[in-house]
């Protein structure tokens, strides 16, 4: 199982991105999903997550502002993130809970500056 992250750069605040992730290899189901980031010189942290079946959480700093997706078809999460602000400003990481086992994508980068 491999997971490939896209759609990270640099953007202006109160600007919008939107980031992908798929997964690859021999799967058949795929349980939770969910998107992280770490900021420099900080713990890698929760942004949301979604069920098999729909159901999303998201950490407080976001609630509002980024709508979490996905596509059990096309093995998909998507992230999208409005109104961002600077201390959005981090690596996004994709996992995926796959047969019980966490896989991560390799991070994609996230920069909000003016």
């Known amino acids: 199982v491999q997971l490939q992250a896209s759609g990270g750069g640099l953007v202006q605040p109160g600007g919008s991105l939107r980031l992908s992730c798929v997964a690859s290899?021999?799967?058949?189901?795929?349980?939770?999903m969910a998107w992280y980031r770490q900021a420099p010189g900080d713990q890698r942290e929760l942004v949301g997550g979604i069920s098999r079946g729909g159901s999303t959480m998201y950490a407080d700093s976001v609630k509002g502002r980024f709508t979490i997706s996905r596509d059990n078809g096309k093995k998909t999460v998507d992230l999208q993130m409005n109104s961002l602000k600077p201390e959005d400003t981090a690596v996004y990481y994709c996992?995926?809970?796959?047969?019980?086992?966490?896989?991560w994508g390799e991070g994609t980068q996230v920069t909000v500056s003016s």
């Open positions: 290899g021999r799967i058949f189901s795929i349980n939770g």
């Open positions: 996992k995926m809970d796959v047969y019980g086992m966490d896989y």
